[in-house]
């Protein structure tokens, strides 16, 4: 059975939503409720002791681990959390770091993920990072425009349609599986450093999801073929790459390949087997899309729409207040207060909230809410329509990640 097959979520979240305003409402009692206290997942005795990739996905209010053999498979259908720890590198010889770590959190929403699931998600990332001391940055990451950063993480990353069963879906009569129709699309990772890292999403299965960039992965019916069209563009290392999905698969359901290119004319089999007609599928093609998990925006959503800008969030009047401090290139690391929270937008590429050690627990606790209602002010602006989809993050003084380092100090 298909993991999408038959399975219906109750109530599907708005990702153009606020992902964080959930924190205090009833939901939030909720999963303190399930909490119970403590986290089991916090608690295995290596979470924020030792160096590595841990993987959770939110089912019925509770953080469930992912096997490590499923790092990197996500489904649209799920919420996911991700904590990256590394050792902490000296810039002295004489400095002892053997046992520091710096830790990086991701909350991933998949694009039909409940409302249940993305607020666990980003309630359970807040009370991860209190059980590492405040020293994670933070990552609110969309399946359809992940971050660089997240990017990096996976030598291999996959974003496949449905999500786990769950209290938040039922299973519906199951379709019959000869109409099930996969296509999958394989393409370079633009964010990974080793050069033979490769994302493959699964996308809508028609013939315009095809571009000469990529390679794409077909699979129509139980015991079908399996077909892999290449773009006129493709690269080597993504047919290559391609190959290797191909051939787990084959092992999986013993079946056969058939491989077949953009300008060979027996690629219009799965023009039409996608619902394309006879003049589709050669010059009525996309270039390669910059586009992640299938739909959305491009990689590099509101980059350049607008300028720098640095807002403070103080209750040093009495009042909690957001105001514009500084914008364009006179923006820099000087301007950060240490009893105040800030939020940086560095022109599009990311949204920044810096947390000054200092700050009152009032402006600590609100800057999720701050941040969410800038991006849903930006939405309304000319030429801003897909900010929601703008990576937000969140770092402690003291504890600023190099790339936040690089936003602030470089005009």
Same mark, same amino acid.
């Given at each position: 059975?298909?993991?999408?097959?038959?399975?219906?979520?109750l109530? /599907?979240?708005? @990702?153009?939503?606020?992902?964080?305003?959930?924190?205090?409402s009833?939901?939030?009692?909720?999963?303190?409720h399930?909490?119970?206290?403590?986290?089991?997942?916090?608690n295995?005795?290596?979470v924020?002791?030792?160096?590595?990739?841990?993987?959770?996905? @939110?089912?019925?209010?509770a953080?469930?681990?992912?096997?490590?053999?499923?790092?990197?498979?996500?489904y649209?259908?799920?919420?996911?959390? @991700?904590?990256?720890?590394?050792?902490?590198?000296?810039?002295?010889?004489? +400095?002892?770091?053997?046992?520091?770590?710096?830790?990086?959190i991701h909350?991933?929403?998949?694009?039909?993920?409940?409302?249940? /699931?993305?607020?666990?998600?980003?309630?359970?990332?807040?009370?991860?990072?209190?059980?590492?001391?405040?020293?994670?940055t933070?990552?609110r +990451?969309l +399946?359809?425009?992940?971050s660089?950063?997240?990017?990096?993480?996976?030598?291999?990353?996959t974003?496949?349609?449905?999500?786990?069963?769950?209290?938040?879906?039922?299973?519906?009569?199951?379709e019959?599986e000869?109409? @099930?129709?996969?296509?999958?699309r394989?393409?370079?990772?633009?964010?990974?450093?080793?050069?033979?890292?490769?994302?493959?999403? /699964?996308?809508?299965p028609?013939?315009?999801?095809?571009?000469?960039?990529?390679?794409?992965?077909?699979?129509?019916?139980k015991?079908?073929?399996?077909?892999?069209?290449?773009?006129?563009?493709c690269?080597?290392?993504?047919?290559?790459?391609?190959?290797?999905?191909v051939?787990?698969?084959?092992?999986?359901?013993?079946?056969?390949?058939?491989?077949?290119?953009?300008?060979?004319?027996?690629?219009?089999?799965?023009?039409?087997?996608?619902?394309?007609?006879?003049g589709?599928?050669?010059?009525?093609?996309?270039?390669?899309?910059?586009?992640?998990?299938?739909?959305?925006?491009?990689?590099?959503?509101?980059?350049?729409?607008?300028?720098?800008?640095l807002?403070k969030?103080?209750?040093?009047?009495?009042?909690?207040?957001?105001?514009l401090?500084?914008?364009?290139?006179?923006?820099?690391?000087?301007d950060l207060?240490?009893?105040?929270?800030?939020?940086?937008?560095?022109?599009g590429?990311?949204?920044?909230?810096?947390?000054?050690?200092?700050?009152?627990r009032?402006e600590?606790?609100?800057?999720?809410?701050?941040?969410q209602?800038?991006v849903?002010k930006?939405?309304? +602006?000319?030429g801003?329509?897909?900010?929601?989809?703008?990576?937000?993050?969140?770092?402690?003084?003291?504890?600023?990640?190099?790339?936040?380092?690089?936003?602030?100090?470089?005009?």
């Amino acid at each position: 059975m298909a993991p999408h097959a038959g399975l219906v979520h109750l109530k /599907e979240y708005d @990702i153009k939503d606020s992902n964080v305003e959930l924190i205090g409402s009833d939901l939030d009692h909720k999963v303190k409720h399930a909490s119970a206290e403590t986290e089991p997942a916090w608690n295995d005795g290596h979470v924020g002791l030792t160096a590595g990739l841990f993987v959770w996905r @939110i089912e019925n209010f509770a953080v469930v681990p992912v096997p490590k053999p499923s790092h990197g498979v996500f489904y649209s259908g799920d919420s996911y959390i @991700i904590l990256h720890s590394q050792q902490l590198k000296s810039n002295s010889p004489s +400095e002892n770091t053997e046992k520091k770590l710096t830790h990086a959190i991701h909350f991933l929403l998949g694009t039909h993920t409940s409302q249940d /699931e993305a607020g666990t998600a980003a309630y359970k990332t807040v009370e991860l990072d209190s059980f590492l001391h405040g020293t994670a940055t933070q990552h609110r +990451e969309l +399946e359809t425009c992940p971050s660089s950063s997240f990017l990096a993480l996976f030598p291999r990353l996959t974003f496949r349609r449905g999500g786990v069963a769950s209290g938040f879906r039922h299973v519906e009569p199951q379709e019959e599986e000869d109409e @099930i129709v996969t296509l999958l699309r394989v393409f370079k990772n633009p964010s990974a450093t080793s050069t033979d890292s490769a994302i493959v999403c /699964e996308v809508e299965p028609t013939w315009r999801s095809l571009d000469e960039g990529d390679v794409f992965i077909l699979e129509k019916g139980k015991g079908g073929k399996i077909w892999v069209w290449q773009g006129g563009r493709c690269s080597p290392m993504e047919k290559a790459k391609a190959a290797q999905v191909v051939h787990e698969m084959k092992l999986a359901k013993r079946v056969d390949v058939e491989v077949v290119s953009q300008s060979e004319a027996r690629s219009r089999v799965v023009v039409g087997m996608l619902g394309g007609g006879e003049g589709d599928g050669f010059g009525r093609l996309t270039a390669a899309r910059p586009v992640v998990g299938g739909g959305g925006a491009s990689r590099s959503v509101g980059e350049g729409c607008r300028g720098k800008r640095l807002f403070k969030l103080s209750d040093e009047s009495g009042a909690l207040r957001f105001g514009l401090v500084r914008e364009g290139s006179g923006v820099s690391r000087a301007d950060l207060d240490g009893d105040d929270v800030f939020v940086l937008d560095d022109a599009g590429r990311t949204i920044w909230v810096w947390e000054g050690q200092g700050a009152s627990r009032a402006e600590k606790a609100m800057w999720l809410k701050v941040a969410q209602a800038y991006v849903r002010k930006l939405q309304g +602006e000319d030429g801003n329509g897909e900010a929601y989809l703008t990576p937000i993050a969140k770092v402690r003084e003291g504890c600023e990640s190099a790339a936040f380092l690089r936003a602030i100090e470089v005009a």
